[in-house]
Protein backbone atom coordinates (compact mmCIF):
# COMPACT_ATOMS: atom_id res chain seq x y z
CA UNK A 1 0.00 0.00 0.00
CA UNK A 2 1.58 3.28 -0.88
CA UNK A 3 1.12 6.41 1.12
CA UNK A 4 -0.62 9.65 0.93
CA UNK A 5 0.62 12.03 -1.11
CA UNK A 6 3.37 13.98 0.03
CA UNK A 7 3.93 17.89 -0.21
CA UNK A 8 7.14 18.72 1.74
CA UNK A 9 7.50 22.65 1.69
CA UNK A 10 10.87 24.58 2.79
CA UNK A 11 11.35 28.65 2.66
CA UNK A 12 14.21 29.74 1.84
CA UNK A 13 16.90 33.22 1.90
CA UNK A 14 20.61 33.12 0.55
CA UNK A 15 20.63 29.32 1.75
CA UNK A 16 23.16 27.86 -0.53
CA UNK A 17 25.30 26.32 2.25
CA UNK A 18 22.45 24.16 3.63
CA UNK A 19 19.72 23.45 1.10
CA UNK A 20 21.06 21.27 -1.10
CA UNK A 21 21.30 18.34 1.85
CA UNK A 22 17.87 19.17 2.74
CA UNK A 23 16.68 18.29 -0.49
CA UNK A 24 18.57 15.29 -0.87
CA UNK A 25 16.55 14.10 2.63
CA UNK A 26 13.04 14.78 1.33
CA UNK A 27 13.69 14.05 -2.52
CA UNK A 28 11.53 11.07 -1.94
CA UNK A 29 8.58 13.20 -1.08
CA UNK A 30 5.50 13.64 -4.20
CA UNK A 31 6.22 17.30 -4.19
CA UNK A 32 8.41 19.84 -3.52
CA UNK A 33 7.48 23.73 -2.72
CA UNK A 34 10.09 25.97 -2.27
CA UNK A 35 9.01 29.50 -1.30
CA UNK A 36 12.45 31.98 -1.57
CA UNK A 37 12.24 35.42 0.01
CA UNK A 38 14.33 36.84 -3.21
CA UNK A 39 18.00 35.06 -2.35
CA UNK A 40 20.96 36.77 -3.44
CA UNK A 41 23.17 33.47 -3.86
CA UNK A 42 22.96 30.36 -5.59
CA UNK A 43 19.93 29.26 -3.41
CA UNK A 44 17.27 29.25 -6.28
CA UNK A 45 19.38 27.28 -8.88
CA UNK A 46 20.22 24.61 -6.52
CA UNK A 47 16.63 24.17 -5.68
CA UNK A 48 15.79 24.19 -9.18
CA UNK A 49 17.77 20.87 -9.58
CA UNK A 50 14.74 19.32 -7.33
CA UNK A 51 11.82 21.14 -8.12
CA UNK A 52 10.52 23.43 -10.93
CA UNK A 53 8.08 24.58 -8.18
CA UNK A 54 10.35 27.87 -6.73
CA UNK A 55 8.35 31.00 -5.72
CA UNK A 56 10.62 33.49 -5.47
CA UNK A 57 8.02 35.92 -2.44
CA UNK A 58 9.50 39.08 -0.74
CA UNK A 59 9.98 38.17 3.17
CA UNK A 60 6.89 38.57 4.85
CA UNK A 61 7.93 36.37 8.27
CA UNK A 62 8.28 33.06 8.90
CA UNK A 63 4.99 32.00 9.59
CA UNK A 64 3.69 34.16 6.02
CA UNK A 65 6.25 32.50 4.35
CA UNK A 66 5.37 29.25 5.31
CA UNK A 67 1.57 29.57 4.86
CA UNK A 68 2.24 30.89 1.48
CA UNK A 69 4.30 27.23 0.61
CA UNK A 70 0.60 25.38 2.24
CA UNK A 71 -1.26 27.35 -0.27
CA UNK A 72 1.15 26.14 -3.21
CA UNK A 73 0.88 22.53 -2.05
CA UNK A 74 -1.58 19.70 -3.75
CA UNK A 75 -0.71 16.76 -1.15
CA UNK A 76 -2.66 15.35 1.12
CA UNK A 77 0.21 15.93 3.75
CA UNK A 78 2.53 18.58 4.51
CA UNK A 79 5.64 17.70 5.69
CA UNK A 80 7.10 21.67 6.44
CA UNK A 81 11.01 21.65 7.50
CA UNK A 82 14.11 24.44 7.43
CA UNK A 83 16.60 24.90 5.02
CA UNK A 84 19.49 23.79 7.76
CA UNK A 85 17.00 20.57 8.51
CA UNK A 86 17.08 17.26 7.90
CA UNK A 87 14.93 14.12 7.09
CA UNK A 88 16.60 11.39 8.38
CA UNK A 89 16.22 7.74 5.94
CA UNK A 90 14.94 6.19 10.46
CA UNK A 91 12.21 9.17 9.69
CA UNK A 92 11.06 8.93 6.43
CA UNK A 93 10.49 4.90 7.07
CA UNK A 94 8.35 6.26 10.06
CA UNK A 95 6.63 8.88 8.25
CA UNK A 96 5.65 6.59 5.45
CA UNK A 97 4.50 3.67 8.11
CA UNK A 98 2.44 6.12 9.99
CA UNK A 99 0.63 7.69 6.92
CA UNK A 100 0.09 4.09 5.50
CA UNK A 101 -1.30 2.97 8.51
CA UNK A 102 -3.76 5.98 9.07
CA UNK A 103 -5.04 6.38 12.73
CA UNK A 104 -7.12 8.92 12.07
CA UNK A 105 -4.56 11.91 13.30
CA UNK A 106 -4.49 15.28 11.63
CA UNK A 107 -0.53 15.64 12.38
CA UNK A 108 2.40 14.55 14.08
CA UNK A 109 5.30 16.34 16.35
CA UNK A 110 8.48 15.52 15.22
CA UNK A 111 11.29 14.89 17.69
CA UNK A 112 14.50 17.37 16.60
CA UNK A 113 17.89 16.72 17.45
CA UNK A 114 19.39 20.39 17.73
CA UNK A 115 23.52 20.67 16.88
CA UNK A 116 26.16 23.54 17.71
CA UNK A 117 28.61 23.06 15.35
CA UNK A 118 28.92 18.75 15.01
CA UNK A 119 27.82 18.57 18.19
CA UNK A 120 24.05 17.08 19.22
CA UNK A 121 22.93 19.12 22.43
CA UNK A 122 20.77 16.90 24.67
CA UNK A 123 20.45 19.52 27.38
CA UNK A 124 19.31 23.13 27.75
CA UNK A 125 15.42 21.91 26.87
CA UNK A 126 17.07 21.03 23.17
CA UNK A 127 16.02 17.71 23.06
CA UNK A 128 13.81 15.82 21.93
CA UNK A 129 12.05 19.31 21.48
CA UNK A 130 9.05 18.27 19.69
CA UNK A 131 8.21 19.97 16.42
CA UNK A 132 4.61 19.40 14.65
CA UNK A 133 6.06 19.63 11.37
CA UNK A 134 3.83 16.98 9.43
CA UNK A 135 -0.06 17.37 9.04
CA UNK A 136 -2.88 17.28 6.91
CA UNK A 137 -2.77 20.34 4.20
CA UNK A 138 -6.03 21.36 5.56
CA UNK A 139 -5.86 21.11 8.97
CA UNK A 140 -2.69 23.14 9.75
CA UNK A 141 -1.68 27.09 10.12
CA UNK A 142 1.98 28.34 11.02
CA UNK A 143 1.15 31.13 13.36
CA UNK A 144 3.88 34.10 14.87
CA UNK A 145 6.54 35.84 13.11
CA UNK A 146 9.46 34.46 14.99
CA UNK A 147 9.56 31.07 16.82
CA UNK A 148 6.80 29.81 14.70
CA UNK A 149 4.50 26.79 15.28
CA UNK A 150 1.69 25.25 13.31
CA UNK A 151 -2.07 25.67 14.57
CA UNK A 152 -3.19 22.60 14.17
CA UNK A 153 -7.08 21.76 14.08
CA UNK A 154 -7.64 18.57 15.18
CA UNK A 155 -5.72 15.46 16.76
CA UNK A 156 -1.85 14.62 16.97
CA UNK A 157 0.39 12.33 17.64
CA UNK A 158 3.97 11.57 18.33
CA UNK A 159 6.54 9.89 16.36
CA UNK A 160 9.75 8.46 17.55
CA UNK A 161 12.38 8.77 15.18
CA UNK A 162 13.96 12.49 14.85
CA UNK A 163 14.62 15.47 12.46
CA UNK A 164 18.24 16.67 12.42
CA UNK A 165 18.60 20.83 13.09
CA UNK A 166 21.87 22.12 11.80
CA UNK A 167 20.96 24.65 14.24
CA UNK A 168 24.17 26.87 14.70
CA UNK A 169 27.85 26.26 12.75
CA UNK A 170 29.77 28.78 15.23
CA UNK A 171 29.43 31.02 17.56
CA UNK A 172 29.57 34.25 15.22
CA UNK A 173 26.40 32.33 13.25
CA UNK A 174 24.73 32.06 16.67
CA UNK A 175 25.13 35.50 17.73
CA UNK A 176 24.06 36.49 13.75
CA UNK A 177 20.90 34.94 14.21
CA UNK A 178 20.40 36.31 18.08
CA UNK A 179 20.61 39.56 17.01
CA UNK A 180 18.44 38.92 13.53
CA UNK A 181 15.97 37.24 15.75
CA UNK A 182 15.55 39.83 18.62
CA UNK A 183 14.91 42.68 16.26
CA UNK A 184 11.85 40.95 14.90
CA UNK A 185 10.75 40.72 18.18
CA UNK A 186 11.39 43.47 19.61
CA UNK A 187 9.33 45.22 16.74
CA UNK A 188 6.37 43.72 17.41
CA UNK A 189 6.09 43.79 21.09
CA UNK A 190 3.83 46.08 22.64
CA UNK A 191 4.78 46.10 26.07
CA UNK A 192 6.88 47.97 27.91
CA UNK A 193 10.28 46.95 29.85
CA UNK A 194 10.94 47.56 33.52
CA UNK A 195 14.94 48.32 33.92
CA UNK A 196 15.20 45.09 36.46
CA UNK A 197 13.98 42.90 33.50
CA UNK A 198 17.61 43.54 31.80
CA UNK A 199 18.96 41.92 34.42
CA UNK A 200 16.90 39.28 35.84
CA UNK A 201 14.94 37.54 33.50
CA UNK A 202 18.45 36.99 31.26
CA UNK A 203 20.48 35.62 34.97
CA UNK A 204 16.64 33.72 35.15
CA UNK A 205 17.08 32.08 31.96
CA UNK A 206 20.67 31.36 32.28
CA UNK A 207 20.62 29.61 35.47
CA UNK A 208 17.13 27.36 34.49
CA UNK A 209 18.63 26.49 31.03
CA UNK A 210 21.50 25.46 32.79
CA UNK A 211 20.44 23.76 36.00
CA UNK A 212 16.83 22.76 35.83
CA UNK A 213 17.23 21.89 32.20
CA UNK A 214 20.50 20.36 32.02
CA UNK A 215 22.20 22.47 30.15
CA UNK A 216 25.59 21.29 32.46
CA UNK A 217 24.63 18.02 30.44
CA UNK A 218 26.76 19.09 27.46
CA UNK A 219 29.64 20.52 29.44
CA UNK A 220 31.40 23.97 28.67
CA UNK A 221 29.49 23.79 24.80
CA UNK A 222 26.21 23.56 26.91
CA UNK A 223 27.33 26.58 29.48
CA UNK A 224 28.11 28.58 26.17
CA UNK A 225 24.79 27.83 25.36
CA UNK A 226 22.94 28.58 28.57
CA UNK A 227 24.48 32.02 28.48
CA UNK A 228 23.57 32.73 24.87
CA UNK A 229 20.01 31.89 25.71
CA UNK A 230 20.25 34.40 28.75
CA UNK A 231 21.87 36.89 26.35
CA UNK A 232 19.08 36.53 23.90
CA UNK A 233 16.60 37.31 26.53
CA UNK A 234 18.81 40.30 27.15
CA UNK A 235 18.85 41.69 23.88
CA UNK A 236 15.44 41.40 23.41
CA UNK A 237 14.65 43.20 26.12
CA UNK A 238 17.31 45.88 25.95
CA UNK A 239 15.84 46.51 21.90
CA UNK A 240 12.39 46.73 23.52
CA UNK A 241 13.50 49.21 26.10
CA UNK A 242 15.55 51.32 23.26
CA UNK A 243 12.25 51.41 21.19
CA UNK A 244 10.62 52.46 23.91
CA UNK A 245 12.63 55.35 25.60
CA UNK A 246 14.26 56.02 22.16
CA UNK A 247 17.50 55.85 23.26
CA UNK A 248 20.72 55.88 21.02
CA UNK A 249 18.74 57.35 18.67
CA UNK A 250 21.54 60.57 18.33
CA UNK A 251 24.81 57.92 17.97
Not at 45 to 73: H, S
Request: some cysteine; aromatic content about 14%; charged content about 25%.
Amino acid sequence: MYAPNITAVVITKNEEKHIQRCLESIAWVDEIIVIDAESTDRTVDLCMKYTDKVYIVPWKGFAAQKNYGIDQATGTWVLCIDADERITIPLRQEIELVLINDKGFDGFYIPRRNYLGARWMRGAGLYPDYQLRLFRRCKGRFINNVHEVVSLDGSSGYLKEALEHLTYNSLFDYVQKINAYTSIEAKEETTSVEILQLFLLPLKTLLVSFFLYGGWKDGKLGAINSIMRGYYVFLKYAKIWEKDEHKFERL
